[in-house]
């Protein structure tokens, strides 16, 4: 039979089965000593093949090929990694324009992590029920028109007003998704404005958790009543990120990556090259400010990194 993790426990796995039952799985011996490197061969997401044993147990014998995953080193000096969560159709960023301000900083790290990790986002602004005052309503058309030219979808919603809650549920229908964001920008709140049970469910685990009673990290999958999955974990709020060259950083920031064609040197870094058309583009406002400083900053983090 085929079927979706939807928990693991890191020796036991919940798996829905195409035909609607659940399953406890158990994974066959081999299957374990095939990726060494990482400490759970099996993730939340991943579709994998499976023998009954009786009526509620089965064994995997498979996994199927992932599209994606989410990866997190088990430690920094470890070569072990942990994947947190796999087939990840679409990340939703939740920001807010005020109580709190979300850093564009924190927005731009988080877009270049699921650009690397191949899982498409869509930024959420929420609370759009408090837009009221002429700057906070700048500040928004202003960040639209930044994540615009870097070709990225931003929906203002209201998970209080129920604001284009229905169109958040059309867009997640059918997917596998993460809700990421800071603590406080409304997280929760949405998911209890898209499906009130569910949400109910969620919150009792993570109290749980609070409690101690988990001590692992492993993800859960619940299902919405309109259809879709949402993965919940605590390392889900800001997937951190991966290790990657710094010349390879341009091709997560879509619109420098676009224009970069055009700097005189195929290596150019934009930091310092004459002749960069990103430069020149940063200077005529064709690239905004922030995208370029947060390209930077990253760029500098990782030198740093890789140098110690
Ligand atoms: N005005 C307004 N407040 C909201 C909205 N969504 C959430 N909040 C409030 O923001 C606070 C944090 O919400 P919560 O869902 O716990 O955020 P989380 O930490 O991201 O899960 C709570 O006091 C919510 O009532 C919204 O759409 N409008
Ligand atoms: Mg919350
Ligand atoms: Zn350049």
């Known amino acids: ?74 430690s920094n000096l470890s070569k072990q990694s942990h994947v947190i969560a796999a087939n990840v159709d679409r990340a939703y960023l939740v920001v807010t324009i005020h109580s709190p301000q979300t850093l564009l900083s924190f927005i731009d790290r988080f877009l270049v992590s699921a650009h690397a990790y191949d899982i498409p986002c869509t930024i959420v602004v929420n609370k759009y029920d408090t837009l009221v005052s002429e700057p906070d309503i700048t500040l928004f058309e202003e960040w639209k028109r930044i994540y615009d030219l870097a070709g ?79 993965i919940d974990t605590p390392g889900i709020k800001a997937f951190g990120l991966l290790d990657f060259d710094t010349d390879e950083l341009a091709h997560y920031f879509p619109e420098i990556f676009r224009i970069s064609s055009r700097c005189q040197f195929h290596n150019c870094t934009h930091l310092h090259e004459p002749n960069c058309a990103v430069l020149e583009a940063v200077e005529r406002g064709e690239i905004p400010v922030s995208r370029f400083e947060n390209y930077v900053s990253i760029c500098f983090d990782e030198q740093t990194k890789h140098r110690k």
Not at 19 to 38: A, H, P, Q, T, Y
């Open 1 to 74: 039979m085929k079927g979706l993790v939807v928990k693991s426990t890191g020796s036991w796995y919940r798996v829905l089965a195409d035909n609607r039952s659940v399953f406890e799985c158990r994974i066959k011996g081999k299957l374990r000593l095939d990726d060494s490197k990482s400490t759970n061969p099996i993730a939340v997401g991943d579709r994998v093949e499976f023998t009954l044993e009786d009526n509620t147990r089965g064994i995997i014998s498979e996994i199927l090929e992932r599209k994606n995953y989410i990866i997190r080193k088990a």
């Open 152 to 230: 990225y979808e931003l929906l203002e919603v209201s998970a209080h007003s129920g604001h284009n809650i229905q169109t958040l549920k059309h867009q997640m229908k059918g997917n596998i998704c993460v809700f990421a964001g800071n603590s406080g920008v409304g997280k929760s709140s949405l998911i209890h404005a898209l499906d009130p049970q569910t949400s109910v469910k969620i919150q009792e685990i993570s109290k749980a958790h609070s409690k101690g009673q988990h001590t692992t990290t492993f993800a859960e999958m619940f299902e919405l009543d309109f259809g879709a999955y949402i």
